[in-house]
């Protein structure tokens, strides 16, 4: 019961292929009406056509505002869902519809670490018990063993391995989501679908979980999909990131290009939003203001969905094309993909080097989107998870 199985070692030529690989995935949660006679009236498209791939060792971020399907892509992946569509192959086995015992083998290698510390964790529960809990789901090692195994992923977690006697409550939001790690690594995982791991931590202790999980990333060769709402967080730990809006992926790209050179009206928005350190550059941003609610995944707006808040289409004119042709995700340069028909319009533009803290806004480039008085006051609505 090594925890370092999997890290460094030497794999034959055909396990070279991505661990995991999502192709055109669809979780969709029905809409029902009438208390005694229930009828479907519609669907709820949480996720509406994902697809991307994650290389053995890499860790994909995953952003986006709340309710554009994160979570549900995360949950569909690790089989806490059955797919409406699509195809999920984990290690070149397909597993969209596995069920029973086979399952049940594969959710050894995936494992989740959820947002909240406090809730995720079982009150009634001893810390030995609730780590411990998935080596006896899974039967394995003897009982002592597994205390020992427990010891070991505490100490593995920055814990006091005697911890192991205490419950939930005796401990602060970080202890905690360490505990949530140790559980999760209890199996040897391979791949860690982490949603939003940090989001409810105070910011001084959010560092020291990254710093764990890319500790543990580099000993064990984990390899993480790790779910955001804000960019800021998932730029620092991502080889990758992936934008979401509305149930789909609207760009992709190595993180360094995405935060430098974003391709996507959205990603330049969410960009816009996360202040720079530097306050002669920051007095000279402009933040671009989405207007209105994110739309319902009930009744996704037509053409692009991204078209009713769309800056780059207003300043374009608002073609029809928006409105009434789904942009696909289109490689624009090497392993930089995006869902935009007028993605050439962005690049260069001064709304694309303004969010990545390049250039500065004058009056001949101040755009229609920016709010009159102090640019950074108003709440980003692209900001809001
Ligand atoms: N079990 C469910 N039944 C019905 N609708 C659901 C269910 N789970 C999620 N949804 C809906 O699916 C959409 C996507 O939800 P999801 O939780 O995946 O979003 P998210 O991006 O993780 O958001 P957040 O940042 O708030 O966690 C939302 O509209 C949500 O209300
Ligand atoms: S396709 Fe049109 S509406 Fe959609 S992001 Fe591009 S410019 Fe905006
Ligand atoms: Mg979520």
């Known amino acids: 019961m090594s925890l370092a199985r999997n890290a460094g070692a030497a794999r034959p030529a055909e396990l070279d292929g991505p661990l995991l690989r999502v192709d055109d995935l669809r979780m969709y949660f029905p809409i029902t009406e009438g208390l005694v006679f229930e009828h479907h009236v519609g669907d709820v498209r949480a996720v509406d056509g994902v697809s991307f791939e994650l290389r053995r060792g890499e860790t994909l971020g995953l952003v986006g505002e709340s309710g554009c399907g994160k979570s549900t892509t995360g949950r569909a992946i690790v089989r806490l869902y059955r797919p409406t569509s699509g195809r999920i192959e984990f290690d070149g086995v397909d597993i969209t519809t596995l069920g029973g015992d086979q399952l049940r083998r594969m959710r050894r290698r995936m494992q989740m670490v959820f947002q909240d510390p406090y809730s995720s964790l ?54 905690r989501q360490r505990i949530g790690v140790a559980r999760a690594l209890a199996v040897n995982p391979e791949l860690i679908v982490a949603d939003e791991p940090i989001s409810a931590l105070d910011v001084s202790i ?53 935060n430098q050179a974003p391709l996507h009206p959205y990603t330049v928005a969410l960009l816009s939003a996360i202040p720079i350190p530097d306050p002669a550059v920051e007095s000279r941003r402009r933040r671009i203001i989405l207007r209105g609610d994110v739309p319902s995944p009930a009744n996704p707006p037509s053409g692009c969905r991204f078209h009713t808040r769309c800056w780059l289409r207003e300043r374009l004119g608002n073609p029809e094309r928006c409105t009434v ?41 101040a755009p229609s989107w920016a709010p009159a008085g102090n640019p950074r006051s108003a709440a980003p609505a692209a900001q809001g998870a």
């Open 122 to 175: 079982n009150p009634r529960m001893n810390v030995a018990g609730i780590v411990g809990e998935p080596l006896e789901i899974h039967k394995i090692g003897t009982p002592h063993e597994r205390r020992e195994r427990v010891r070991e992923l505490l100490g593995v977690v920055g814990l006091n391995p005697e911890f192991g006697v205490r419950y939930p409550h005796e401990f602060s939001g970080g202890q």
């Open 206 to 258: 959010q560092a020291q979980i990254i710093n764990l999980l890319e500790r543990l990333q580099d000993k064990l060769g984990l390899t993480y999909l790790f779910i955001a709402h804000d960019l800021s967080v998932v730029r620092h730990i991502s080889d990758r990131t992936a934008v979401m809006y509305l149930g789909r992926i609207v760009e992709l790209a190595p993180s360094r290009d995405l």
């Open 325 to 365: 042709e789904d942009p696909q995700l289109r490689e624009l340069s090497a392993g930089h993909a995006v869902a935009c028909h007028f993605a050439e319009e962005v690049d260069g533009s001064p709304e694309q080097r303004q969010s990545a803290g390049q250039g500065g806004a004058s009056a001949a480039v």
